[in-house]
């Protein structure tokens, strides 16, 4: 199965791409003090704004940092965000899930409901609160998403456990005298991956943007921070006089965020047979604004 | 029959209560399986024949209630034990085996995983290495040529008739006292029905008490020693396979018998 699965990612050439994006900045992410080749945080006024060149690829911002060696720290922060983040959210709607589809009853209805408060809950205005309290951090935007939105992993698994539970085999292991926790972990747990490794992906995708959103607008990662968003705030002053300086973090932005989205797309389009349950992940998944 | 029997029901309800009124899928049923026989439950759709073996598991699922009775299992009433003791009787005293071929396996795992898990299940000391050489064994008893193959295979890769026999290897390997087969051969060709059936009679003379549910009554005639006819959640009918046959006494086993006396 796992075979099949993976010939069927191989071929999907959208999705190969997006992965090797994904694996090109996670390579610079981790490497970033390596490859960079100036100090991020080095401001030197006699070289502020200079155009491309060879000892400054991308030129440098109004401070005189080398745009390149920002740009190579913000991948860090912005997949080390993201994918803590959904790692999270993850650890919190799955098994929250299961536990709502499997027990049932009341335990289900507080739990969905506390999914519904989350999913209905406007991000910004959480952010601002948050914010407000404790002051911005990326940390505490991290937060909010992670309040926030283990929501649609907890209802997506739920509802494929509402389904397991009446199949056959679980009523076949139920009679063959297995424990409840071995029919969750072999029987129930497995047949949830696939939407969720799919939803999981475009997820990411959705975090980064989100982040790097709050962080342009001061709710995030603070200067001189290397992100994006932190980047794109910096830029603004400079946009007609020095464009590049925000083209740069907008475009790093757009490309991890369609590599996520190919690559989850093309997950989704592998891990899950159904055209039906394919465009559940489709709908919700895609990284909107 | 001589020797207490194995399994022995009485007077078993199983109500379902639903918004438009109470379904009786099993009223009042007594059943007696005997060691080293096969008892046939026979009966048309809906007749109540699977609820009935649910019912023995303890496995009724809301809006279902087993509302009275008893089930004697080598001497202890099934109703009486916790769920906890309830697991350990099921897949090691009484195995199962179900209907849908396709749907009651596990599509994340392989069928060497569905035959492990089946006697693992109840001995968490064995070793699927130790197995292997005993699920390659049965696989060809059930009528599964290159074992090697099938038990790597995942139940998407074989087909219904397949999954079918998988089935059954895992109820045989459970070795269990009472095995409960619900329709084990109801999408096979007859060559393989054939291969099933002697199984199941191999089964019944090393001792295994087997309940067989079908329709079928063909299937009937070929292995069964006892018969129930089930009708509307009651037994109508019952006793031995030939006497039944012989002559039958109730309007409902004629009516299910007509199409084999029209082949006659």
Redesign the interface.
Same mark, same amino acid.
């Given at each position: %199965?796992v075979r099949n699965i993976l010939r069927k990612l191989l071929h999907n050439k959208a999705a190969m791409s997006g992965l090797a994006v994904i694996l090109l900045l996670v390579f610079a992410g981790i490497f970033a003090e390596r490859i960079s080749p100036h100090d991020p945080y080095k401001v030197d006024l006699a070289v502020k704004l200079l155009g491309p060149s060879a000892r400054y690829p991308l030129g440098t911002d109004q401070l005189g940092r080398c745009i390149l060696s920002r740009l190579i720290y913000g991948t860090r922060t912005s997949l080390y965000t993201a994918m803590t983040v959904t790692l999270v959210i993850l650890a919190i709607g799955v098994p929250l899930g299961i536990i709502a589809g499997y027990i049932g009853g009341a335990v289900d209805n507080m739990i969905m409901r506390l999914a519904d408060i989350a999913s209905t809950f406007p991000s910004s205005l959480l952010a601002l609160a948050i914010v407000g309290i404790f002051g911005p951090s990326l940390y505490n935007l991290m937060l909010v998403f992670i309040f926030l939105w283990w929501a649609p992993f907890a209802r997506m698994v739920r509802s494929s456990v509402i389904k397991l539970k009446e199949?056959?085999?679980v %009523? !076949? !292991?139920?009679? !063959?005298?297995?424990?409840r926790i071995?029919i969750i972990l072999?029987?129930i747990f497995?047949?949830t991956l696939s939407p969720i490794i799919a939803y999981a992906t475009l997820r990411i995708a959705a975090v980064i943007v989100h982040i790097a959103g709050f962080s342009f607008i001061g709710l995030g990662s603070q200067p001189p921070t290397a992100d994006w968003g932190v980047m794109l705030n910096d830029g603004r002053q400079y946009i007609s006089s020095y464009p590049m300086l925000l083209i740069w973090p907008g475009l790093m932005i757009v490309v991890v965020v369609l590599a996520f989205n190919l690559f989850g797309e093309g997950l989704n389009d592998a891990l899950i047979p159904s055209s039906e349950e394919r465009a559940i992940v489709k709908e919700t998944g895609g990284a909107n604004v | 029959m001589s020797e207490t029997p194995v399994l022995q029901i009485r007077s078993l309800k199983t109500y379902f209560y639903t918004k438009n009124g109470v379904v009786k899928a099993v009223d009042g049923v007594d059943l007696d399986v005997g060691k080293g026989r096969i008892t046939a439950l026979v009966g048309g759709s809906g007749s109540g024949k699977s609820m009935l073996s649910m019912s023995v598991m303890n496995l009724v699922e809301k809006p279902g209630r087993i509302i009275d009775g008893q089930v004697w299992l080598n001497g202890r009433d099934l109703r009486t034990l916790s769920e906890k003791e309830l697991k350990d009787v099921r897949g090691k005293e009484i195995a199962m085996i179900f209907q849908e071929p396709t749907s009651a396996m596990n599509p994340v795992l392989k069928v060497k995983n569905h035959l492990f898990e089946a006697v693992h299940t109840h001995d968490k000391k064995l070793r699927m290495r130790d197995k292997l050489d005993e699920f390659r064994d049965v696989l060809l008893r059930v009528g599964l040529g290159n074992p090697d193959k099938i038990l790597e295979s995942y139940p998407f890769e074989l087909s219904g008739g397949m999954c079918q026999r998988v089935m059954v290897a895992m109820g045989i390997v459970t070795n269990a006292s009472v095995l409960i087969a619900d329709e084990p051969t109801s999408s096979l060709d007859l060559t393989t029905q054939a291969a099933i059936l002697e199984e199941l009679l191999r089964l019944k003379d090393a001792g295994m008490a087997i309940v067989l549910i079908t329709h079928d009554l063909g299937v009937v005639a070929q292995t069964a020693d006892d018969m129930y006819v089930i009708k509307d959640g009651k037994v109508i009918e019952s006793g031995p396979v030939c006497d039944v046959f012989a002559s039958p006494q109730q309007a409902y086993t004629k009516f299910l018998m007509e199409p084999i006396a029209l082949l006659r």
């Amino acid at each position: %199965m796992v075979r099949n699965i993976l010939r069927k990612l191989l071929h999907n050439k959208a999705a190969m791409s997006g992965l090797a994006v994904i694996l090109l900045l996670v390579f610079a992410g981790i490497f970033a003090e390596r490859i960079s080749p100036h100090d991020p945080y080095k401001v030197d006024l006699a070289v502020k704004l200079l155009g491309p060149s060879a000892r400054y690829p991308l030129g440098t911002d109004q401070l005189g940092r080398c745009i390149l060696s920002r740009l190579i720290y913000g991948t860090r922060t912005s997949l080390y965000t993201a994918m803590t983040v959904t790692l999270v959210i993850l650890a919190i709607g799955v098994p929250l899930g299961i536990i709502a589809g499997y027990i049932g009853g009341a335990v289900d209805n507080m739990i969905m409901r506390l999914a519904d408060i989350a999913s209905t809950f406007p991000s910004s205005l959480l952010a601002l609160a948050i914010v407000g309290i404790f002051g911005p951090s990326l940390y505490n935007l991290m937060l909010v998403f992670i309040f926030l939105w283990w929501a649609p992993f907890a209802r997506m698994v739920r509802s494929s456990v509402i389904k397991l539970k009446e199949t056959e085999f679980v %009523m !076949a !292991a139920e009679a !063959a005298g297995s424990r409840r926790i071995s029919i969750i972990l072999k029987h129930i747990f497995p047949n949830t991956l696939s939407p969720i490794i799919a939803y999981a992906t475009l997820r990411i995708a959705a975090v980064i943007v989100h982040i790097a959103g709050f962080s342009f607008i001061g709710l995030g990662s603070q200067p001189p921070t290397a992100d994006w968003g932190v980047m794109l705030n910096d830029g603004r002053q400079y946009i007609s006089s020095y464009p590049m300086l925000l083209i740069w973090p907008g475009l790093m932005i757009v490309v991890v965020v369609l590599a996520f989205n190919l690559f989850g797309e093309g997950l989704n389009d592998a891990l899950i047979p159904s055209s039906e349950e394919r465009a559940i992940v489709k709908e919700t998944g895609g990284a909107n604004v | 029959m001589s020797e207490t029997p194995v399994l022995q029901i009485r007077s078993l309800k199983t109500y379902f209560y639903t918004k438009n009124g109470v379904v009786k899928a099993v009223d009042g049923v007594d059943l007696d399986v005997g060691k080293g026989r096969i008892t046939a439950l026979v009966g048309g759709s809906g007749s109540g024949k699977s609820m009935l073996s649910m019912s023995v598991m303890n496995l009724v699922e809301k809006p279902g209630r087993i509302i009275d009775g008893q089930v004697w299992l080598n001497g202890r009433d099934l109703r009486t034990l916790s769920e906890k003791e309830l697991k350990d009787v099921r897949g090691k005293e009484i195995a199962m085996i179900f209907q849908e071929p396709t749907s009651a396996m596990n599509p994340v795992l392989k069928v060497k995983n569905h035959l492990f898990e089946a006697v693992h299940t109840h001995d968490k000391k064995l070793r699927m290495r130790d197995k292997l050489d005993e699920f390659r064994d049965v696989l060809l008893r059930v009528g599964l040529g290159n074992p090697d193959k099938i038990l790597e295979s995942y139940p998407f890769e074989l087909s219904g008739g397949m999954c079918q026999r998988v089935m059954v290897a895992m109820g045989i390997v459970t070795n269990a006292s009472v095995l409960i087969a619900d329709e084990p051969t109801s999408s096979l060709d007859l060559t393989t029905q054939a291969a099933i059936l002697e199984e199941l009679l191999r089964l019944k003379d090393a001792g295994m008490a087997i309940v067989l549910i079908t329709h079928d009554l063909g299937v009937v005639a070929q292995t069964a020693d006892d018969m129930y006819v089930i009708k509307d959640g009651k037994v109508i009918e019952s006793g031995p396979v030939c006497d039944v046959f012989a002559s039958p006494q109730q309007a409902y086993t004629k009516f299910l018998m007509e199409p084999i006396a029209l082949l006659r």
